[in-house]
């Protein structure tokens, strides 16, 4: 397993941008797929976007496609989302995900977590 640590939430006006970042660590890292997931007060958890080890893949939810972008640097050990034109229903707890089988990115079964990063848009 990966451990994980989220980083680069806050509060933010609607329409503005923040990157969220998620450090891995583990020399394994490039061999994972990687995920974010989001849980709003109330919700369950939902997916937002994931990326295949080598990065040619992503995936992401409808309600974030065209907004949000999933990169990964595996020299770094580190997944990013960049989210732009936020709206005051993406304020959410946003988790990083991590699993070394390939499927995670179409079933959303991912083994390790994060302890999330608290994301905030005002109106």
């Known amino acids: 397993q990966v451990q994980l640590v989220e980083s680069g939430g806050g509060l933010v006006q609607a329409g503005g941008s923040l990157r969220l970042s998620c450090a891995a660590s583990g020399r394994t890292f490039s061999s994972y797929a990687m995920g974010w997931f989001r849980q709003a007060p109330g919700k369950e958890r939902e997916f937002v976007a994931a990326i295949s080890w080598s990065g040619g893949s992503t995936y992401y939810a409808d309600s974030v496609k065209g907004r949000f972008t999933i990169s990964r640097d595996n020299a770094k050990n580190t997944v990013y989302l960049q989210m732009n034109s936020l709206k005051p229903e993406d304020t959410a707890v946003y988790y990083c995900?991590?699993?070394?089988?390939?499927?995670?990115?179409?079933?959303?079964?991912?083994?390790?977590w994060g302890q999330g990063t608290q994301v905030t848009v005002s109106s």
């Open positions: 995900a991590a699993d070394p089988d390939p499927g995670v990115v179409v079933d959303g079964d991912f083994g390790s």
